[in-house]
């Protein structure tokens, strides 16, 4: 089961798109989630906000897969099922996410593009633009 560190260091993570990218959070995780974030590349430091979040069958969640080129979602890996959208910037040292599960996402804001497989399986999500 992932763990984040309670003892939070002091950083400042701010792309200013967070109000661009969730215009309305209706409904969301109680308490959020620490992701999972094995498996990405030793390269990201952060998570931006918009990115889709997944959940394993066990119900572990945690970043959506990014292709090879880094420009697009990857393939859904198996078992694996779409959870929400992350509401704000983490860093991947600290991956504690609130997880957006309903309201208005504008998703030409979104750091990678949204597929219709994603939008369907989001139907409390409106994708904006």
Same mark, same amino acid.
Request: hydrophobic share 40%.
């Given at each position: 089961?992932?763990?984040?560190?309670?003892?939070?260091?002091?950083?400042?993570i701010?792309?200013?798109?967070?109000?661009?990218?969730?215009?309305?959070?209706l409904?969301?995780?109680?308490?959020?989630?620490t992701?999972?974030?094995?498996g990405?590349p030793d &390269?990201? $430091?952060?998570i931006k *906000?918009?990115?889709?979040?997944?959940?394993?069958?066990?119900?572990? /969640?945690? !970043?959506? %897969? =990014?292709?090879?080129?880094?420009?697009?979602?990857?393939?859904?890996?198996a078992?694996h099922?779409?959870?929400?959208?992350?509401?704000?910037?983490? &860093?991947? $040292?600290?991956?504690? *996410?609130?997880i957006v599960?309903?309201?208005?996402?504008?998703?030409? /804001?979104? !750091?990678? %593009? =949204?597929?219709?497989?994603?939008?369907?399986?989001?139907?409390?999500?409106?994708?904006l633009y």
């Open positions: 089961m992932p763990q984040a560190n309670l003892i939070k260091e002091d950083y400042l701010e792309d200013g798109l967070e109000s661009i990218v969730i215009v309305n959070a409904g969301d995780i109680p308490g959020g989630r992701l999972d974030v094995t990405l &390269s990201t $430091k952060v *906000a918009g990115h889709i979040i997944i959940a394993d069958s066990k119900g572990t /969640a945690k !970043p959506m %897969p =990014v292709n090879a080129g880094g420009t697009a979602y990857g393939s859904l890996p078992s099922s779409y959870l929400g959208v992350l509401k704000a910037t983490i &860093s991947v $040292k600290d991956p504690r *996410a609130a599960t309903m309201g208005q996402i504008n998703q030409a /804001a979104c !750091p990678f %593009p =949204v597929t219709s497989a994603m939008k369907s399986a989001l139907p409390n999500i409106q994708w």
